[in-house]
């Protein structure tokens, strides 16, 4: 019996008519297990990704390979964005024995959840020298009936050796200035100067180095930090990992040239390079950059938000073809014919020239992906609209994408920062609103009168999982930047009340390290740990990054005293692998520099002379600086006590390390102060 069409996952539930016998995750399945003396076919994936589909389509829809399972297996699916914890437990292992992983992913367990034989996707039928999963199967089968005692071997030394991976990241001392300059120093050797971003192929949207890169400039005044910054984000704004026509980005591009994507486009990588962009625009006025954050904006509103106003976690790669089958990039790749369609000759030659369309095509079958080759001559920009116009018209025609419409707490709390600071800086309160919207419904679903977090819902329905480190971080990241936006202190509170959590459940108290889970959460074989940015901020990093923001909106020693704690790590990983450590750079550059700490007190929020106060501070590029706004006398914020009106007129107070300057009432002061 298939155990799956009551979940709330909608990776889940793509699996719910499948011939398998599938369990969620959950102790009555390894009881199951245990009962019937089967080994446990543990399968994770997520509901974007591709190959997860292509192995459902080829061996999960089997009623031959399905029949196999049944009889041999307990089968549990796992959403991997619903249990980061469980996944990360199990990536671990399979990295360890394989030296790769990604998903789907395929292991096997005991009864006892121990792993002892591992794989990502596995053919049908033999290719590239990778066995068929059947012949996996039917291998993993007899060594279970035929040497058992060798498999509780094995799984015993794997979950061992996993026991002894602890972190060490040295004397947990802050990292200064040299291993900072280090970290640029080792991604200045990675990066590559012709086509932007770091590494070779494929290449995924570096965000939280960018974010980095920028802080590091406006502290150090570093040229070349900038110079890496801004031309990364030009070539993905100019490639095909970038969606021309509706804006947002996918997931990362195949090649080294951003031009072929895969093309899943996830809510945490939109919501990331949204406020990159917009902080690549407030340090150097760049319009390129302006266009990219709101059109991202724009895409994350428009096609993700859900009718209770959070954010979907995904749009498929895949999507039908016209034909009934189900194709990756459908819905974004153009051919020449295509656009003398819909344009007529004259227009699609122009379209063709200015997007890069070839009749050998750039993708697949003579197809193209829409990029802005870096060309000599100038187009009408009205020529352009219009031709951009016709073909998103002519795209909504197709079969759009799936959608993922769960709700996942840590990639809202992304959206929120992102959507709260993009509305303030370009003058766009609607951005504002929705970013109030996600935030308002994380706090009226996802948090429990204890203020614990559930890390999922979907359609008003609160999931069963609970929240993990970097739902709790970057929850609390979005309310602290939506805080500073709105000036309504309630935000700075729900911070408080999350990051508390942090420091009672995720802190180890005599390390100062962060564990990715709760101390009371469901054991697993490994207490999941990792301080390493990947595709998002790990949740140790985007902790150090709340939990110092916050000290600096409220003065909380513990806050920052567990911040510097834990930026142990970025010392010890900064100058070696600064590519996986960006937040975590990124929050280092805020405490050497602080953070400053911005109080603006007018008589009314919106009095025309503090709001421009209010805007500059906003705008100010000083690395992680907190802002708060209020009347004077006002217990929204604690920044706001103490600090009166300077001549009757709308003041600003700027301090940092104990130490204030002069309060001044003119913006220009306000802005040189923040800007060096």
């Keep these: 019996m298939n155990r799956l069409a009551h979940e709330t996952s909608p990776y889940l539930l793509q699996h719910a008519d499948n011939p398998v016998d599938w369990w969620p995750w959950s102790t009555e399945a390894f009881e199951e297990a245990r009962k019937t003396n089967k080994p446990v076919l543990l399968s994770v994936g997520y509901s974007s990704c591709h190959w997860c589909h292509v192995m459902a389509h080829e061996s999960f829809e089997d009623q031959d390979t399905a029949g196999f399972l049944n009889e041999h297996f307990v089968s549990v699916k796992v959403d991997r964005e619903e249990r980061p914890d469980v996944d990360a437990v199990y990536m671990e292992a399979v990295q360890a024995a394989t030296g790769q992983g990604g998903w789907p992913m395929t292991v096997f367990l005991t009864p006892d959840a121990e792993p002892f034989y591992f794989g990502t996707y596995f053919p049908p039928a033999p290719r590239h020298g990778s ?78 180095v960018i974010e980095f890169l920028l802080r590091h400039h406006a502290r150090t005044g570093a040229e070349g930090a900038l110079q890496m910054a801004a031309d990364t984000c030009e070539r993905m704004a100019r490639g095909g990992i970038y969606d021309q026509l509706g804006g947002g980005f ?31 625009w407030r340090a150097t006025g760049s319009e390129l950059a302006r266009r990219v954050a709101l059109e991202t904006a724009d895409f994350m509103v428009r096609e993700l938000r859900t009718n209770e106003g959070g954010f979907a976690s995904a749009l498929d790669a895949d999507s039908d073809d016209g034909s009934g089958r189900h194709v990756e990039g459908a819905y974004y790749v153009w051919t020449p014919q295509q656009l003398r369609e819909v344009l007529g000759d004259d227009d699609a030659e122009l379209a063709a020239h200015y997007f890069g369309v070839t009749e050998e095509g750039t993708f697949e079958h003579g197809q193209s992906v829409l990029q802005l080759p870096q060309q000599d001559g100038l187009f009408d920009a009205g020529k352009i609209a219009s031709v951009r116009e016709r073909l998103l018209e002519k795209r909504a025609e197709r079969h759009a994408p799936g959608r993922d419409d769960k709700v996942v707490a840590a990639w809202n709390g992304l959206a929120v920062a992102a959507l709260a600071e993009t509305g303030a800086y370009f003058g766009r309160p609607d951005l504002v609103e929705a970013a109030t ?186 690395p992680g600086a907190v802002v708060a706004v209020g009347v004077p006398e006002s217990d929204e914020f604690p920044l706001l006590a103490d600090r009166p009106l300077v001549g009757g007129e709308p003041t600003a107070y700027v301090c940092r390390n104990f130490t204030c300057d002069a309060p001044t009432t003119d913006a220009e002061r306000l802005r040189t102060a923040l800007n060096s």
Aim: charged residues 25%; contains cysteine; hydrophobic residues 45%.
């Design 437 to 622: 919207g996600a935030a308002d419904l994380l706090v009226r679903l996802h948090l429990d009168e204890q203020a614990r977090l559930s890390r999922t819902s979907k359609d008003g329905q609160v999931g069963a999982n609970a929240g993990v480190l970097e739902d709790y971080a970057d929850v609390a990241e979005g309310f602290l930047a939506l805080g500073a936006v709105t000036g309504e202190g309630v935000w700075l509170e729900f911070a408080g009340f999350l990051l508390d959590h942090v420091l009672a459940r995720f802190v180890d108290a005599e390390s100062g390290a962060l564990y990715d889970t709760a101390a009371d959460a469901e054991r697993l074989i490994r207490r999941p740990q990792d301080p390493t940015d990947n595709a998002t901020p790990s949740g140790w990093t985007a902790a150090a990054g709340a939990l110092l923001s916050y000290a600096a909106q409220t003065g909380a020693e513990p806050h920052r005293a567990a911040a510097e704690r834990a930026l142990g790590v970025v010392k010890a990983l900064g100058p070696r692998v600064p590519r996986f450590i960006g937040w975590g750079l990124a929050v280092a550059e805020a405490l050497l520099d602080g953070p400053r700490e911005v109080a603006i007190v007018g008589p009314a929020l919106d009095d025309e002379a503090t709001r421009a106060l209010h805007r500059t501070a906003l705008l100010g590029t000083a």
């Design 250 to 280: 996918a997931r990362y591009s195949v090649d080294r040239e951003w031009v072929v994507p895969h093309f899943e486009k996830m809510l945490y990588d939109n919501a990331l390079l949204c406020r990159v962009y917009a902080h690549l």
């Design 131 to 208: 066995p068929s999963f059947r012949q996996v199967l039917e291998g993993v089968r007899a060594a279970w009936a035929d040497r058992r005692d060798e498999v509780a071997e094995v799984a015993g030394k794997i979950v061992r050796d996993l026991a002894q991976r602890e972190i060490s990241y040295g004397d947990a001392q802050v990292p200064g200035d040299e291993e900072l300059a280090r970290a640029l120093l080792g991604l200045t050797r990675e990066y590559d100067p012709q086509r932007g971003g770091f590494g070779g192929a494929p290449k995924f949207p570096p965000s939280m």
